[in-house]
Nanobody, 125 residues
Framework: QVQLVESGGGSVQAGGSLRLSCTASGYLYSNYYMGWFRQAPGQEREGVAVIDTDGRTRYADSVKGRFTISKDNAKYTLYLQMNVVKPGDTAMYSC???????????????????WGQGPPVTVSS
């Protein structure tokens, strides 16, 4: 069974940086779109960033210019570099994998069928 295992979450002060990692078994990174989503308490899940099979990226307006998604296919690892973080970035972050589709590209959660379970990120002011 394919699993996604995230790491790198934690607490950081506003203006700081944090890098999330997501490691998978299998061949996901060569054949699937990989995305990061987040969900704050009482809020809907929000798509943050996606990287397609050719390395093209797309970001939510709320993180554009501050976050960078990347992947290392040799290590089967997906990254989310978070810079100049804000208290509004506080959420549970999850990586996800989905077959190439418009839904996956536009960060619609239903376009992803494999999900990780964290990690939490807390940004203090």
């Amino acid at each position: 069974q394919v699993q996604l295992v995230e790491s790198g979450g934690g607490s950081v002060q506003a203006g700081g940086s944090l890098r999330l990692s997501c490691t998978a078994s299998g061949y996901l990174y060569s054949n699937y779109y990989m995305g990061w989503f987040r969900q704050a308490p009482g809020q809907e899940r929000e798509g943050v960033a996606v990287i397609d099979t050719d390395g093209r990226t797309r970001y939510a307006d709320s993180v554009k210019g501050r976050f960078t998604i990347s992947k290392d296919n040799a290590k089967y690892t997906l990254y989310l570099q978070m810079n100049v973080v804000k208290p509004g970035d506080t959420a549970m972050y999850s990586c996800a994998a989905g077959l190439p589709s418009p839904s996956a590209w536009f960060l619609v959660w239903s376009g992803y069928n494999i999900w990780g379970q964290g990690p939490p990120v807390t940004v203090s002011s």
